[in-house]
């Protein structure tokens, strides 16, 4: 088969590509050469093979350019599996102790009460919440709930403080939206904190979700899939 020009030319480009590559590591085996011969003429011990140099140099060449390939390759093939397999966990059911029946999983749509009072209905609605990056609205109304349980001023003030720390300080993560009239009261109320502390704030979110969340939830798919399952 004839060779054309342009192949030639491609070939003598690589050829000159490679051996600038590899002139580096020569040199540096020469210099290690020379100073593992003046080594072993004081420890009277004999310098390594210049082949064996020579090899490891071509060798650490090839072998990076092949690492780089197929990482490259198993972060495609990863990449594209996570993607399937977040198209598929997309509408996955959160794990309930007792599932919830149908006469259940229907009468959450007809009032946000009745899905609020339902240990079932919070857990799942907690996760679409998640799927919503607003998690944070339901665990602050459950530490609500959670706190107005306590009747030990110490166990009461201790509680009162990591609830603010957590979802009413600015600087969390895991803020929530309060607007500045309940704020203040809120810090007002932590100046001697009680089971009650944060009615307001709690009110305020759970208007909130009603409003805004709720509608959303009855709409989704993760809700419809309950429907049909149970």
């Known amino acids: 088969m004839p060779i054309n020009t342009r192949h030639l030319e491609y070939f003598q480009d690589v050829i000159v590509e490679m051996s600038v590559a590899v002139l580096p590591n020569r040199r540096t085996g020469d210099v290690i050469m020379r100073n593992n011969h003046r080594n072993s003429q004081q420890t009277n011990t004999p310098p390594p093979s210049p082949v064996n140099n020579a090899t490891r140099g071509t060798k650490s060449c090839c072998f990076c350019w092949c690492c780089c390939c197929c990482s490259i390759s198993c972060l495609t093939v990863k990449n594209g599996e996570g993607s399937k397999n977040q198209g598929k966990n ?42 919503e990056y607003s998690e944070e609205n339901m665990l602050f109304w459950i530490a609500c709930e959670d706190l107005k349980k306590e009747e030990n001023p110490e ?5 009162a403080r990591l609830i603010y720390e957590d979802y009413i300080s600015i600087l969390s993560p895991k803020e929530v939206s309060l607007d500045s009239r309940v ?9 001697d904190p009680t089971p009650n502390t944060f009615d307001d704030a709690q009110l305020q979110i759970y ?10 939830f009855l709409n989704s798919q993760m809700y419809k899939t309950l429907i049909q399952t149970s």
């Open 183 to 191: 704020r203040e009261v809120v810090n007002r109320n932590m100046i």
């Open 207 to 216: 208007t909130l979700m009603h409003r805004d969340s709720y509608p959303r």
């Open 90 to 131: 997309e509408h996955n059911l959160p794990e309930i102790d007792t599932p919830p029946s149908l006469e259940e999983t229907r009468a959450w749509s007809e009032s946000f009460d009745r899905l609020m009072k339902s240990a079932g209905g919070r857990k799942i609605f907690r996760e679409f919440l998640r799927s």
């Open 155 to 159: 166990i009461i003030e201790e509680k």
